[in-house]
């Protein structure tokens, strides 16, 4: 059963362009979504993450906009760059949980000079 | 700090052999995961401990065993492989279960393949 729906599953833009991955997950319990970004051969590493209580966090230039009501959150990489090449996973998680993330099934950008 | 190591890094099984994914962090946290991610499937969650001699199951667990050595160790046993475990297994960390120090932090992978 797949709580975190992700997409796309993959995403081409051109330098300089805005990439945006959305998901939406379905347990209203959920109170912790982290945004992990891979490189080939290395594991996942935390980009950036929002609780509900606000609806836009911003760390440079990634974004994530939280839609509580949709249950919906999206990732948002301004001037993407051909370093932002990698796998992109959003996940969530709630207290008394354990700490246990469910992933989103995965975006594969490529950013094209 | 070397972060989360993971050994070895590769390996190649048959199926029915056994075999243990090692894991241990240097940072001290209290909880750790043992993640398997399969193309198309994002990471699931395997066992995790949440704090020293704490295990549990997480969302796909049959065919696998742990054990929390300690609090920096936490290894992951197959017992007798099947070619559906082949995937990239990877073991986490975080300083704590819930608040401020939620992050898990990753270690390079293991990628096992079973024939």
């Known amino acids: 059963q797949q709580q975190v729906k992700q997409s796309p599953q993959s995403l081409i833009v051109q330098k300089g362009g805005i990439s945006i991955i959305n998901c939406a997950y379905e347990?209203?319990?959920?109170?912790?979504f982290p945004w992990y970004q891979q490189f080939p051969g290395k594991g996942p590493a935390l980009l950036i993450a929002i609780r509900p209580d606000v609806s836009e966090k911003k760390e440079g230039r990634f974004t994530i906009s939280f839609n509580k009501s949709a249950k919906q959150f999206s990732l948002h990489i301004m001037d993407s760059q051909p370093g932002d090449s990698a796998t992109y996973f959003c996940a969530a998680s709630y207290r008394g949980g354990y700490n246990k993330l469910i992933f989103g099934a995965g975006t594969r950008l490529a950013v094209h000079p | 700090n070397a972060g989360v190591t993971q050994t070895p890094k590769f390996q190649v099984l048959k199926t029915g052999q056994s075999m243990t994914l090692q894991c241990a962090q240097d940072m001290n946290h209290n909880s750790m995961y043992w993640y398997r991610q399969d193309p198309g499937m994002g990471l699931r969650l395997i066992y995790y401990?949440?704090?020293?001699?704490?295990?549990d199951k997480g969302e796909v667990p049959n065919g696998y065993n742990v054990s929390r050595l300690n609090k920096r160790e936490f290894s992951l046993r197959l017992e007798s492989a099947a070619p559906s475990q082949t995937s990239v297994y990877f073991c986490?960390?975080?300083?704590?279960?819930?608040?401020?120090?939620?992050?898990?932090?990753f270690g390079p992978g293991t990628r096992l393949l079973v024939l």
């Open positions: 401990s949440a704090s020293e001699g704490t295990t």
């Open positions: 347990n209203t319990a959920f109170d912790y």
């Open positions: 986490a960390s975080s300083e704590d279960e819930a608040g401020a120090s939620e992050t898990q932090y």
